[in-house]
């Protein structure tokens, strides 16, 4: 499977816990993006990375979030200290600019679902 | 702050019906705008546009943009049961974010 891949894909947390979610891009994608989403409402963008560089973090929803991709290839996401209102379904997703350098579509994993208890 | 809003939230029709889902933004430095299909898992992508008054088509979908307006819609023809599902609208801008709307959730009964 070529597709955009996320681990794990399910995770149950007591509240104060750290949690780190994995996503693996698409190979030949140089532009991976983290979102979350809950119930009913359309994804929201976290941050995103070109190759190793984190090119917008101000999305990031507090300061116990983080994400890292240190070589270019796989992304971490990590929160601290989770919260009950941090349960939601966290999605990543990549895209390669087209030919033209402007514009690229997203393809999405399949998400990791969480829930702080 | 950018924002996209779609319209309607929800949506029940009968096999064979045709739908318009709706969607407006309003952004900064409008880049493209593109259409996501959503079941029980991750978005699939379906349409991106860019330029307004291109149609671009893909079986019994369709959609078209126009900037001018800052709307863009989304067409179902034959509807079938297979057509449920959330429809997402995402906008992004140059600073490559993208904004996303809160879906239309269509429901296509027998």
Known sequence: DTGVSQDP?????????????RCDPISEHNRLYWYRQTLGQGPEFL???????QLEKSRLLSDRFSAERPKGSFSTLEIQRTEQGDSAM????????RTSGLYNEQFFGPGTRLTVL | EDKVVQSPL???????????LNCSYEVTNFRSLLWYKQEKKAPTFLFMLTSSGIEK???RLSSILDKKELFSILNITA????DSAVYLCAVENYGQNFVFGPGTRLSVLP
Request: glycine share 8%; proline share 2%; aromatic share 8%.
């Open chain 2, 10 to 20: 929800s949506l029940v029709v009968h096999e064979g019906d045709t739908v318009t």
């Open chain 2, 79 to 82: 509807t079938q049961t297979g």
């Open chain 1, 90 to 97: 966290y999605l990543c997703a990549s895209s390669q600019p």
């Open chain 1, 9 to 21: 894909r399910h995770k149950i947390t007591k509240r104060g816990q750290n949690v780190t979610f």
């Open chain 1, 47 to 53: 941050t995103y990375f070109q190759n190793e560089a």
């Open chain 2, 57 to 59: 088509k893909s079986g």
